[in-house]
T-cell receptor, first 109, second 116 residues
Framework: GQNIDQPTEMTATEGAIVQINCTYQ??????LFWYQQHAGEAPTFLSY??LDGLEEKGRFSSFLSRSKGYSYLLLKELQMKDSASYLC??????????WGAGTKLIIKP | GAVVSQHPSWVICKSGTSVKIECRSL??????MFWYRQFPKQSLMLMAT?????????EQGVEKDKFLINHASLTLSTLTVTSAHPEDSSFYIC????????????FGPGTRLTVL
């Protein structure tokens, strides 16, 4: 079956670094996405990885290991506005996104 | 670029009525749009894939006669919730991919439906 696992909730301190992990099992693979979703809003795109390695984009970085079925999203210099849910999604062989349940990130001052 | 809009943003309706939600790609043509439903504190659930000029492809467990999807043009897809019931209350989100290039999906702002 197809499955995406990520932690339900994480807490971090403003200014710190946090890593949100995601493991996936999908029928075929066409990339791994990370989206940010604030409460009551639609998801917004953060990153896309299809090759192994680290992609850095400002304060956010995303890593992929296809052999391990593993990805992480790294958030640096955390700001209060980063409090949100972070959704991991794997695109399967039919180009459909298989979504994780999301990780609620709580930032404390 | 790649902006997707939805209308309405929120709607409250009585049980038994029908509600239409519009999804538009504002600055690009979307041959394929996706309709999702999200219940509180849960992940996005794909309901159906909407293809311009053809019938939508529904996910298992989604009633196609209850959730009518029409993709009449390259910039507009509509979802009609027919004979809505309180259990249909949810956050409905559409997304679209660019016709050429990349696998990224661009999401509309979502429509919050409350059925009384």
């Amino acid at each position: 079956g197809q499955n995406i696992d990520q932690p339900t909730e994480m807490t971090a301190t403003e200014g710190a670094i946090v890593q949100i992990n995601c493991t996936y099992q999908t029928s075929g693979f066409n990339g791994l996405f990370w989206y940010q979703q604030h409460a009551g809003e639609a998801p917004t795109f953060l990153s896309y990885n299809v090759l192994d390695g680290l992609e850095e984009k400002g304060r956010f970085s995303s890593f992929l290991s296809r052999s391990k079925g593993y990805s992480y999203l790294l958030l640096k210099e955390l700001q209060m506005k980063d409090s949100a849910s972070y959704l991991c999604a794997s695109m399967d062989s039919n180009y459909q996104l298989i979504w994780g349940a999301g990780t609620k990130l709580i930032i404390k001052p | 670029g790649a902006v997707v809009s939805q209308h309405p943003s929120w709607v409250i309706c009585k049980s038994g009525t029908s509600v239409k939600i519009e999804c538009r790609s504002l600055d690009f043509q979307a041959t394929t749009m996706f309709w999702y439903r999200q219940f509180p504190k849960q992940s996005l659930m794909l309901m159906a894939t909407s293809n311009e000029g053809s019938k939508a492809t529904y996910e298992q467990g989604v009633e196609k006669d209850k959730f009518l999807i029409n993709h009449a043009s390259l910039t507009l897809s509509t979802l009609t919730v027919t004979s809505a019931h309180p259990e249909d209350s949810s956050f409905y989100i559409c997304s679209a991919g660019l016709p050429r290039g990349g696998n990224e999906q661009f999401f509309g702002p979502g429509t919050r439906l409350t059925v009384l």
